[in-house]
């Protein structure tokens, strides 16, 4: 006996060759001879068939046909349409449209067979024709007279629709476009074959082995032993990274001697170098996410889009023209027709600023200053940015922690919904260098030197010179009558002179990062009335101000000044204000990147560029269709010549200077004969109990030599500046010039002592 599924199959093709084959119904009417019919009448039902179909009203057309052929449902018959219509990718009433060929009818006995031309207009195959077709009636009784009725089958649909054949319409996807460095190297690129590196579980894995693992995959240490330790002698695999096969080649022996108990397991698909180098720059891609399928016409089911970064703002770029062939496929996959089809568009490929060397180096830093630092555990992510001071390209963009692009694909052999979760957890998606604004802390202080030299008093004179004095004993009482305490400043031991600057000059108190010299700046524009002059001129060297970098995202962030007060707290502006402001605190916040601007304009000469990471888009082997604009920045700055040379003066004592350079210990053996850096510390105070978050701004170039590029750390939660972000901008340093690197600070190592008087 036959399966009931089959049976009903049986049936329903024996319906469609009958309808088919239909044979006219005979007779005459009990009124007489049954009325004539012509085949002008032939071709008027073919025509409400026809206009019917075009209309997308299935109960008209299934009314039209032959008795034998409405043995099949209305229902059947209409889902055979709306199944093609949604194979053409159009509303019933939509994209269709014929041409009667009255010329080729024909009429033979009671049978007629109608020529004509279907035209389909659909989005992803564009307008195609279907001509010649053949629709055939026949003679049915109705009433007293004969009418035309249409002997339908699945061949009035397309021709080789029959046996079990179907309309299939396929997607041509081109290859996704690569992403490549500056200097041609590739970031991304499509259908390479790598490596999933898998941590088994079941007979452990030593310290050492996470150590490596650290270097070739940016695994954190302290987290691995956490996670997988305690899986010991299960019988569990993890993927935490990927490999190409020369990264292979080049760890597989050191990880195995490591103690390291891995598998790899090859796969060919989107290929993100370095574990994602620059992830939240570069984006990742992953399955079109259901709420937004409508937005991706042309595109198939389960097709990886560009979903982050760079590989969603240039999703159509990359993606290049989706292509289509709408074909009739026999159920064992043999191809009857080929009813249209539209080549894939070739995608482009865009060409970044970044440097993938660089790259690689800063997100391998943070990841390593991460793992081996006891303030790694306490510290909620970091920020790194390499400009060219010259261009204003992005040479490298780190925001720690970031994801792995490979862990987004439904192919992926991650535990996806724990990576994900963890991304989202420590908000690895987010760009931290423009996506959030932070405290600038005492780095503000080069914007509160620039407005003291360059705003003038009452007398039509600077404020302040270079070489104001001052005598910052480390005890400030405000015009308020608050007591304020610079950051030197000991309780145990106050008359110390370790613990206070003593008389000084502002060029000296921006080296030593004086609170107290800069409470008294604050002062003084306070009593002048320039209560916006911070605002001002931190606006002019580009802080609270959105830099028109081409990421998206990106935070403007805001430095107080009177009218934003009395708008967000309604309040008058007081010289608390002021003073808070200053020296970087209070409300003001700005991003890393805006940093970085910063110290390149000081660097070259005011120039104040807008950064940019595209250099260029365009297919292979053709003409770029985008080309990075050259920039021709006036001098945004605007500063008096010896202004802008005694801010790079105090900037480039910070690391040479043994007696006020806050970053001295940082770089004295530092070979600064051979490449010069200037830069400020910065430690801003988070809420009670948390430890200070960590700046370190600079410009580097060859000693003698114009600066070449700006280098910006930033580390939430961790030390003071000059503890934590300058050894890690040093570290990028040295991998910029090809240098050794220098160890990181003793007192990383250890139980981690909290910081309860935050320095500089």
Request: glycine share 8%; with cysteine.
């Amino acid at each position: 006996m036959l399966p009931p599924k089959r049976v009903i199959l049986f049936a329903l093709i024996g319906c469609l060759l009958l309808a088919a084959c239909d044979t006219p119904t005979v007779g005459g009417s009990l009124g007489g001879t049954p009325a004539p019919v012509t085949l002008a009448d032939a071709e008027e039902t073919a025509r409400e068939f026809l206009t019917a179909w075009t209309q997308g009203d299935y109960a008209k057309m299934y009314s039209l046909t032959s008795p034998r052929t409405q043995v099949m449902s209305p229902d059947i018959f209409t889902a055979y349409y709306t199944d093609v219509d949604s194979k053409l990718q159009v509303q019933p009433n939509e994209g269709k449209s014929f041409e009667l060929l009255d010329d080729k009818s024909v009429q033979q006995g009671t049978t007629a067979a109608i020529r004509y031309n279907m035209i389909f207009d659909t989005p992803s195959l564009g307008n195609f024709r279907d001509d010649n077709r053949t629709i055939r009636l026949i003679q049915t009784q109705q009433g007293r007279g004969q009418v035309w009725r249409v002997a339908w089958s699945t061949m009035d649909i397309f021709e080789g629709m029959a046996g079990g054949a179907t309309l299939v319409r396929e997607f041509l996807l081109p290859p996704r476009g690569t992403i490549y460095d500056r200097n041609g190297q590739v970031i991304a690129q499509d259908d390479v074959t790598n490596y999933a590196v898998r941590l088994l579980t079941a007979n452990g894995n030593t310290a050492t082995c996470y150590q490596v693992l650290n270097r070739a995959v940016r695994l954190n240490v302290p987290e691995a032993q956490k996670r997988y330790d305690p899986e010991r002698g299960l019988q569990n695999g993890y993927t935490i990274g990927t490999f190409s096969p020369e990264e292979r080649t080049k760890y597989e022996a050191e990880l195995q001697n490591a103690g390291c108990s891995l598998q790899y397991r090859e796969q060919t698909n989107r290929f993100y170098f370095g574990n994602g180098i620059a992830s939240q720059v570069v984006g990742y891609v992953g399955p079109i996410p259901a709420e937004d399928t409508a937005n991706y016409e042309g595109y198939p089911p389960g097709a990886l889009v560009g979903l982050g970064g760079l590989e969603a703002r240039y999703e159509n770029e990359l993606a290049g023209e989706p292509g289509a062939q709408l074909v009739i496929r026999t159920p064992e996959g043999l191809t009857v027709r080929t009813l249209a089809s539209k080549a894939a568009g070739t995608a482009h490929d865009i060409t970044l600023t970044l440097d993938r060397n660089l790259q690689l180096a800063v997100d391998d830093i943070l990841a390593n200053a991460y793992s081996e630092a006891n303030w790694g555990p306490l510290s909620s992510g970091a920020a790194a940015v390499v400009l060219n001071v010259q261009t204003g390209e992005v040479l490298a963009m780190g925001s720690y922690p970031s994801i792995n692009p490979d862990a987004f694909p439904l192919t992926t052999t991650w535990d996806a919904q724990e990576a994900i979760s963890n991304f989202v957890k420590k908000r690895a998606f987010t760009n931290r260098t423009i996506q959030l604004v932070y405290a600038p802390a005492s780095t503000f202080k080069i914007v509160s030197m620039a407005a003291a030299m360059e705003t003038l008093g009452t007398d039509n004179k600077p404020l302040f010179t270079e070489n104001s004095i001052f005598t910052c004993d480390a005890v400030y009482k405000d015009p308020e009558g608050l007591t304020r305490f610079d950051w030197i400043y000991n309780a145990q031991d106050p008359t110390n002179p370790e613990n206070v600057h003593g008389r000084i000059n502002l060029r000296q108190g921006l080296t030593a990062s004086c609170d107290d010299y800069f409470w008294h700046i604050g002062e003084a524009l306070y009593n002048a009335q320039h209560n916006d002059a911070l605002r001002i001129f931190g606006n002019r060297m580009g802080l609270g101000v959105l830099t028109g970098i081409d990421l998206p995202g990106e935070q403007p962030g805001v430095i107080p000044d009177p009218d934003w007060k009395k708008a967000n707290e309604g309040t008058a502006w007081g010289v608390g204000d002021t003073l808070n402001i200053v020296i970087g605190q209070g409300n003001t916040q700005i991003t890393p990147l805006q940093e970085a601007r910063m110290m390149m304009a000081i660097a070259n000469g005011g120039r104040l560029y807008k950064p940019f990471v595209v250099r260029s888009i365009g297919k292979s082997g053709d003409a770029p269709t985008y080309l990075a604009p050259t920039q021709d920045s006036p001098d945004n700055l605007n500063f008096e010549k010896q202004d802008l040379n005694a801010l790079r003066a105090a900037l480039c004592a910070v690391p040479r200077d043994p007696k006020f350079g806050t970053a001295y210990w940082r770089f004295r053996d530092f070979p600064l004969d051979k490449v010069s850096v200037c830069g400020k510390t910065g430690t801003a105070q988070n809420a009670q109990g948390e430890p200070p978050s960590a700046w370190f701004v600079s410009y580097v170039g060859p000693a003698g030599k114009q600066a070449e590029i700006a280098v910006v750390v930033y580390v939430e939660k961790s030390r003071e500046g000059s503890e934590v972000a300058a050894p890690i901008t040093r570290r990028i340093i040295e991998a910029y010039y090809g240098l050794s690197y220098y160890n990181w600070p003793d007192f990383w190592y250890g139980p981690y002592v909290p910081v309860t008087n935050p320095g500089e």
